[in-house]
């Protein structure tokens, strides 16, 4: 009796604790989450954030609405477009501004093409995640073409700052049908040798499917947006719901997957691809003419009241809140960012898996630290 | 649900116990009759030139209004998708913005208090475990505590920081630039 | 018996001194020799591996050093060897510094039995193959040592994980060499290049030598803790693995021993199923010395093989890597022994 | 039966995947897609509206043509623009006009929002496609825009 306690005893399993983070390759940045593993199988995982808090919410307080607009190309940097293009949206919707169809259909082209780049490169991250490390590559490659399409029309290539409340900052560059038309061209090859190379590869599906399950509830009450909602069947896509600049007038499928582990977000976004390649090239060639900028108040005051405002990011539902009394700042200014929300759930979703498991569900829910921290 | 039958409904939940005597024959228009029969102690709907509907509650009933919020069938606000803390000057609160993913409507919510020193609050985390997060971002950058909330610690700041910078009040000489 | 290189340098000593120092001396030049091809080997492969990646990655890879990048990773051992040595505080000194020599000498040892050609092979030993996996597996020994005595959780969990998988993949790569034995009849190497000379034995064991083949080649990848096996290392998981606290030359050991335990894979295979330094068809019979550029040609190929899976294909979990093992590989192998065992005995080998 | 139809599909998979990496390795020799970039420095061409740093064009009089009406100081949210000006006699109208001293440019601050150029009236300022800025102090990164003796072009108001 006294022996067998022993022998249980010395083979006594224990938790421990490790750091994974801030600096370790798969958190994409300086996110560090104390995780509780018993040997490779994972108890607790709690995230620590603040590592690159810049209070951009803060900062907003002492500046013009103009100035803002720079401020969220720092929050997620892979679809700054999409953000820049949230607060020109709430301002304009409070200033009550009619703005051109060309502004919307340039602002929704180039938002498109920002969701296309920034899959692209988590794509490529969510293969090195998973130890493919060629896929980084390739991905990279077909994000460049959409990156020197930006930087000939807007200047730079990540923190673009193409919006102003109004309209945009300049009018598109003269060769960019051309490039984009290339792009849509190249891009329809490259995305069934994503399929080939990384989607049906034994190794890849083993490692995602069943992995990280995120049930329809759950994602709803955890508040999930974007492709890591859609893979567990919850429809919430922005788009549909709440259309915003041109995107009532075109046609396109929400993706929705049922599974809710990883392999479904991972269908989930390589099937987007095709649903903005179809957006774009519904509207690349009906660009109308027009203005590509409203005239507004060189300082610009928002009513008093309050503003809401949401558009999908690459990473799913952006929220700019402002609330405004009348001054030519922002009283208080909220961002609810995608990345927050998905990141509350990764807990639920990694426990009881393996150290592989849990990189391969973070690598699907495609955080973006600077988009969480803000 | 339009704006106006969610604020038909919603005030249905609070009588004005002053008003119900009378409120059977009255068939006034919907806006003052909505104000009219929702017990002002309660609730109070708040006019922000917003899309949406704006209820302001009392922190003592923000839990039980949240929970029917959420499990109403013909409300059925399963989805929080923001937790705004706000420093108003005066008054601290938070402002819920809540969307059905049923029904497609939205409604905010707002709660207020004065206590500046030690502002308390429900937590709603039990309903949407979203607000765990969110709660904590708000403890964080406002000071504001949360009851029964399952791990309230500062989440973005290091445990040691002094003050909370999303407040008005909050003065950091040597890191702020104010314009 | 064919004329091994320790029996020549032997002899040309002789002529200078007496007989045991003779003896001695020879030993230590063969020793320092073979130093000299594990060191040229080890960084001519790193930059093979460095190209092909970038080849395969629509990348240049290393160019400017030297002519197309020869010199790029003499460049890169003289920056590791002027780096500072770190080490973390409580960590087991000892057994700290010693994992990376178990390491290499282990790598050190095996690479002398290879036959590269019929003259240039230092240690003929008659238990060759067996001598071969014995000395591969004590690799992992450092690996251990390392990932316990540098005191870090992440070095730790691949040590670990890199003595599960060995463990287990040892049986795959010595029963897959076992299926090749039963053509041979003989563990010695000379004499199992021998045997081939009526044909590689890839073409004479046919089926179950290829299953063989395959089998080995993956077992073998994952002996040599590569991708997509990399547990041990698993760069997105745990940082850099087992050697995240070395630095400098002795993370340098880990590093070249990675790679010259990739090539004694590959030589092994070649030695087995491609007929060693043997030209196919025998078309170069006549010039002996040309064995060595057909063995190195066909070890190369098959290196080459395995930096190809490995820029391919993502990582298995650690459950799945041994699913894989005990599941698929060791019964397949099991079966493939008694299928091959069946041809031997009813003689349906292939011969040319 | 399952059992080997999933290695045969598995080992497919993975073919599949190597013949995509494989034909990448072949065609290796025209595909490379990085830059070699310090080697290229001659050729490299920014596109038009590529925002490196800010410039102030002068023209071959060296006369620039900025008012100093410190409407960029105003725009830009991070106070990288610092206009140091003065009153003085303007030579052509012979009005008591602003001019500038110092146009100071601190490019270490600078987040390339574009917010000065596009408030510019004069367009005195314009985005400069220069990007190799890394300098060994980081005082060389504070730039004094105007010329030395440059004044303002004659006929630009504001």
New interface residues.
């Given amino acids: 009796m006294q022996e067998s306690a022993t022998l249980n005893n010395s083979f006594k399993s224990e938790e421990y604790f490790i750091n994974m983070g801030p600096q370790h390759p798969a958190t994409h940045g300086v996110l560090r989450l104390l995780l509780t593993i018993d040997g490779e199988i994972i108890k607790k995982v709690e995230p620590d954030l603040g590592y690159i808090h810049r209070s951009i919410e803060k900062m907003c307080e002492r500046d013009s609405y103009q100035q803002i607009v720079h401020l969220t190309d720092r929050m997620d940097y892979l679809s700054s477009h999409i953000n820049n293009e949230a607060v020109c949206l709430t301002v304009e919707n409070a200033l009550e501004l009619e703005i051109p169809d060309r502004v919307k259909v340039i602002r929704t082209i180039i938002g498109e093409l920002t969701r296309i780049a920034s899959h692209c490169l988590w794509w490529g991250v969510m293969g090195m995640d998973v130890g493919a490390l060629t896929t980084y590559f390739y991905g990279f490659r077909d994000r460049e073409m959409i990156n020197d399409i930006f930087e000939e029309t807007c200047g730079a290539r990540l923190t673009m700052n193409y919006n102003v409340p109004g309209g945009l900052m300049w009018d598109i560059h003269p060769n960019f049908i051309k490039r984009v038309k290339d792009f849509v061209a190249h891009f329809k090859t490259k995305i069934p040798e994503y399929n080939k190379l990384l989607t049906g590869n034994i190794i890849f599906q083993k490692r995602t499917k069943g992995v990280g399950v995120l049930s329809k509830e759950d994602a709803i009450s955890f508040g999930v947006s974007g492709p890591v909602a859609r893979g567990s069947g919850y429809s919430c896509d922005v788009r549909k719901y709440h259309p915003y600049s041109a995107l009532d007038k075109v046609t396109f499928n929400e993706v929705l997957e049922a599974d809710g582990d990883t392999f479904a977000r991972y269908n989930v976004r390589i099937r987007e691809l095709w649903e903005s390649l179809s957006i774009i090239e519904q509207l690349i060639d009906n660009i109308p003419d027009g203005e590509h900028r409203v005239k507004t108040n060189a300082v610009i005051k928002l009513p008093k009241g309050e503003f809401y405002q949401k558009v999908e990011t690459a990473r799913g539902e952006l929220g700019v809140y402002i609330i405004s009394t009348g001054t030519k700042n922002p009283y208080r200014m909220k961002f609810r960012s995608p990345g927050f929300s998905n990141l509350s759930a990764l807990n639920h979703m990694a426990v009881g898996g393996k150290i592989g498991d849990l990189v391969a569900t973070m690598a699907t829910l495609d955080l973006v630290i600077p988009d969480i921290d803000r | 649900m339009t704006n106006e039958a969610l604020r038909i409904l919603i005030s249905s939940w609070f009588p004005n116990p002053e008003f119900e005597t009378k409120s059977e024959p009255v068939e006034v228009a919907e806006g003052a009759a909505s104000k009219a029969i929702i017990n002002p102690n309660l609730l109070e709907f708040t006019e922000e030139g917003s899309q949406f509907l704006n209820v302001l509650v009392k922190p003592e009933n923000l839990h039980e209004f949240m929970n029917k919020l959420k499990t109403n069938s013909d409300t059925c606000f399963d989805y929080l998708f923001c937790l705004t803390g706000v420093d108003w000057g005066a008054e601290l609160g938070i402002v819920y913005h809540l969307e059905s993913t049923q029904h497609r409507h939205n409604i905010v919510v707002k709660v207020k208090t004065e206590d500046r020193e030690n502002p308390t609050f429900d937590s709603v985390c039990d309903i949407w475990r979203t607000a765990e997060f969110h709660e904590r971002e708000v403890f964080d950058f406002f000071g504001i505590t949360f009851n029964n909330h399952p791990n309230l610690k500062r989440l973005f700041l290091t445990p040691e920081w002094d003050g909370f910078p999303l407040r008005k009040d909050y003065v950091d000489e040597i890191n702020m630039v104010i314009k | 018996m064919p004329l091994s290189i320790t029996k020549s340098i032997q002899e040309m000593l002789l002529s200078m001194m007496s007989e045991s120092a003779a003896y001695y001396a020879a030993m230590v030049v063969v020793a320092l020799l073979y130093l000299g091809i594990f060191a040229i080997a080890g960084l001519f492969l790193v930059l093979l591996e460095r190209r092909i990646a970038a080849w395969f990655q629509l990348r240049i890879g290393p160019n400017r050093v030297g002519f197309q990048g020869l010199l790029q990773t003499m460049a890169d051992a003289l920056k590791l060897v002027s780096k500072e040595l770190t080490g973390t505080d409580r960590a087991d000194k000892f057994l700290y510094n010693l994992a990376p020599y178990f390491v290499i000498i282990s790598a050190l040892m095996a690479l002398g039995l290879i036959p590269f050609t019929k003259e240039f092979q230092a240690f003929d030993i008659n238990i060759g193959i067996f001598f071969l996996i014995a000395i591969s597996s004590i690799g992992v020994i450092g690996i251990l040592l390392g990932g316990w005595a540098s005191n870090n959780k992440f070095a730790l969990i691949g040590a670990m994980r890199s003595g599960v998988q060995t463990i287990s993949y040892e049986l795959s790569v010595g029963l897959s060499l076992l299926t090749m034995i039963l053509l041979t009849g003989s563990l010695q190497l000379s004499e199992i290049v021998e045997v081939q000379k009526g044909g590689w034995l890839i073409v004479q064991g046919h089926i179950p030598a290829i299953i063989a083949f395959m089998i080995y080649m993956i077992a073998g990848t994952a002996e040599t803790n590569r991708a997509p096996f990399d547990m041990v290392e698993a760069e997105s998981e745990l940082g850099a693995g087992f050697h995240t606290e070395y630095s400098g030359m002795k993370f340098a050991y880990f590093f070249l021993a990675e790679f010259i335990n990739m090539f004694l894979i590959a030589a092994i295979a070649t030695t087995v199923f491609f007929g060693a330094w043997l030209s196919p068809f025998g078309i170069t019979e006549s010039i002996p010395w040309l064995g060595v550029f057909w063995f190195l040609a066909k070890t190369l190929l098959l290196v080459f093989l395995m930096m190809w899976f490995r820029w391919t294909f993502p990582r298995l979990r650690v459950d799945q890597l041994l699913t894989l093992e005990w599941k698929y590989l060791l019964p397949i192998n099991l079966v493939n022994i008694v299928v091959m065992a069946f041809i031997v005995w009813q003689n349906l080998i292939i011969q040319i | 039966m399952s059992y080997f139809s999933n290695?045969f599909?598995?080992i497919k998979?993975?073919l599949?995947?190597?013949?995509?990496?494989?034909k990448?390795?072949l065609n290796?020799r025209k595909?490379?897609?990085?830059q070699?970039y310090p080697d290229n420095r001659d050729t490299l061409k920014?596109?038009d509206?590529?925002?490196g740093e800010v410039i102030m064009p002068h023209d071959e009089n060296n006369e620039h043509a900025c008012t100093g009406c410190q409407?960029c100081e105003i725009?830009c949210?991070n106070?990288t623009i610092e206009i140091i000006w003065d009153r003085g006699i303007d030579e052509y109208t012979g009005k008591n006009k602003k001019k500038i001293d110092k146009f100071v440019y601190h490019l270490s601050m600078c987040?390339?929002?574009?917010?000065c150029i596009?408030?510019c009236p004069t367009d005195a300022i314009k985005?400069g496609q220069n990007f190799e800025n890394s300098v060994y102090d980081r005082t060389a990164l504070t730039r004094v825009l105007n010329k030395p003796g440059s004044k303002l072009r004659p006929g630009v108001e504001d």
């Fill in positions: 290695i599909n598995g998979t993975l599949t995947g190597m013949s995509i990496t494989g990448y390795f290796s595909g490379a897609i990085t070699q920014m596109f509206r590529f925002r409407k725009a949210p106070g987040t390339m929002c574009g917010l596009d408030v985005w």
